[in-house]
Nanobody, 117 residues
Framework: QVQLVESGGGLVHPGGSLRLSCAAS????????MAWYRQAPGKQRELVAR???????NYADSVKGRFTISRDNAKNTVYLEMNSLKPEDTAVYYCNAYRASPPYDVWGQGTQVTVSS
């Protein structure tokens, strides 16, 4: 029912920045939190950042201080600002909408982020 559409991925040099967007087809208040995950080749999916309906945020240690998750409730959109990018940040990034009760779990299609010289 709810769809997530991602944009903003691409190729960037080390030290550069990207801003990912995740547009939802419904209100963000339908979910407990919105999150960004990533999966690098040969590795498991990793939680990168999470934001609750109350605006509280959590970050993976590997991105803390470099990435910022935010939301625009009027636009039903979640953002991930990525600064000081490193080659190890290269991965497919996925947007996720989650609700515990009643259960609901929706994923975006993924967008490729490549950090390379």
């Amino acid at each position: 029912q709810v769809q997530l559409v991602e944009s903003g991925g691409g190729l960037v040099h080390p030290g550069g920045s990207l801003r990912l967007s995740c547009a939802a087809s419904g209100t963000l208040f339908s979910f407990n939190f919105m999150a960004w995950y990533r999966q690098a080749p040969g590795k498991q999916r990793e939680l990168v950042a999470r934001i609750t309906t109350g605006g509280f945020t959590n970050y993976a240690d590997s991105v803390k201080g470099r990435f910022t998750i935010s939301r625009d409730n009027a636009k039903n959109t979640v953002y991930l600002e990525m600064n000081s990018l490193k080659p190890e940040d290269t991965a497919v990034y996925y947007c996720n909408a989650y609700r515990a009760s009643p259960p609901y779990d929706v994923w975006g299609q993924g967008t490729q982020v490549t950090v390379s010289s």
